[in-house]
């Protein structure tokens, strides 16, 4: 007799709602902070930003509970909602809420001995305050001194970022800029430059403010095959090859530097402040 | 007779410390946003990422100790340490810990019925990984496409923001590119193409990616003022046409369209992609 096993359905995937009155970027930052100690289990990630009327946390409500419809799992929820009624109005889901914001609010009220001013968003700088044009200069800046596009107004950059092609210059530059309103140039070292085993005249004179990013010699020849696959550029040779010159510069004319392979965007930023002891110029 | 009053010495400054295993971003983040809430007091704020070993974790303690000791006011801590060796020396420390972290992983490990992985740092993408080159991809697109640089590659972009000099493009394309890993794209409005009331000619064919990005014309005079004093290009006037004009297009065009006068980029990055539609290709 042929008995018929009927294949089983998928794993239920649990829902983790993050919601604000604001951006939501709070909320999102600690949720996928906490939910990264759970690294083997799978959530559905929903991010609801700008809950902040009656309808609208009505409408998320609908969410959370469709969701919980859906899976049989009760999502969880984190938000930080700063409104008393809106917030009681996401509480009432079929959800297990942390509720972190407001607990955490009133256990600091209580410390520091201080009323709350309760207001909705973050204290992000808007776009006509010094922080944002700290932040848009340092931008400028960044785009202006882009991969040795300009190497004369280096007397008014924070640091210069050197390395060879795709070691991650361009987009830590960025990010510096954003994040902390530093003003980081970024130069790559090239074959010509490498073949001196010295400092490019261009750089010779800001030695100080040289930083050098460096990467595994496997994993830039995987991102450059992507770039130019199968070229002399991708090749092994050549990289271990750049890779001997540039340690070589690093070590004779003792510039620090960090391997970044493991490392994400914000990773190597936050570690080139603190190896530079380089100050952020908003944020703090 | 002439009493001496002695000037009162100022009012002493509560510490506020954000501590971290990894970069301390998420630590920083909440913290930060929590108290925000608390605007009328002024908090000493302190990062410290990477207490990761035992000894770093008593140079901790003695940083939080040094301003207890300074303020006589009892230094907030907000920290995201996994280990719990770790956790228990800044624990240590004459402060008020939040003890944040670990109580929210216990919860929601009690709430999934799973044990937690713990693991220092946050789920950030390295550089070797699919979301880092979708990230690099984005912010190299942003930075070939900024300022109307180049129009031809248009089909690539996810969004092409639009708006008058000075109205905060660049920076939301950089933000949107880094953070979501979006294609944007961004094309400054110049008194040429408003003359003409219709949308130049390299934008015509991209009319459903395109989003607009307003500024009060008081806060535009002065940005302007600030890099060109005295100019047409930031008289009262100009702006003032600049306005009329480009609303003229946005209303005739049906172009959505954001007033980012008191956004930050965070703000003004979230509200496209919640205006639009548009899906991040990253992080979620």
Chains 1, 2 share one sequence.
Do not use: W
Not at 73 to 85: G, K
Not at 141 to 164: E, K, M, P, S, V
Not at 176 to 197: F, H, K, M, V, W
């Amino acid at each position: 007799m042929y008995v018929h096993t009927p294949t089983p359905p998928p794993p239920a995937i649990r829902s983790a709602f993050f919601i604000s009155d604001g951006t939501a970027i709070t909320a999102e930052t600690l949720g996928k902070s906490l939910l990264s100690q759970f690294s083997d289990v799978e959530f559905d990630i929903q991010v609801i930003p700008y809950v902040d009327t009656i309808e609208l946390a009505k409408q998320a409500v609908e969410r959370i509970n469709r969701a919980f419809e859906t899976s049989k799992l009760r999502p969880l929820v984190f938000d930080t909602i700063v409104s008393d009624e809106i917030r009681e109005i996401i509480n009432s889901a079929n959800a297990y809420n942390l509720d972190i914001y407001e607990g955490l609010i009133n256990r600091i009220a209580t410390e520091i001995n201080h009323e709350p001013n309760p207001h909705a968003g973050m204290a992000h700088s808007h776009v006509d305050s010094d922080d944002y044009k700290a932040r848009i200069d340092a931008v400028h800046f960044a785009l202006d001194n882009d991969d040795g596009a300009r190497t004369t107004h280096y007397d008014g950059a924070d640091i210069i970022l050197i390395g060879l092609s795709r070691s991650g210059k361009t987009p830590t530059s960025l990010y510096l800029a954003l994040q902390y309103g530093i003003r980081a140039a970024n130069y790559p070292l090239t074959e010509e430059d490498l073949d001196t085993s010295q400092l490019p005249a261009a750089l010779k004179p800001y030695h100080n403010k040289l930083f050098g990013l460096t990467i595994d010699t496997e994993r830039l020849v995987r991102i450059r095959q992507e770039r130019r696959a199968g070229s002399r550029y991708a090749s092994l040779a050549q990289c271990q090859e750049e890779q001997r010159a540039i340690q070589a510069i690093y070590s004779s004319q003792k510039i620090p530097n960090l391997n970044v392979s493991e490392m994400s965007v914000e990773e190597i930023a936050t570690r080139i402040l603190q190896i530079t002891g380089l100050k952020r110029r908003i944020g703090v």
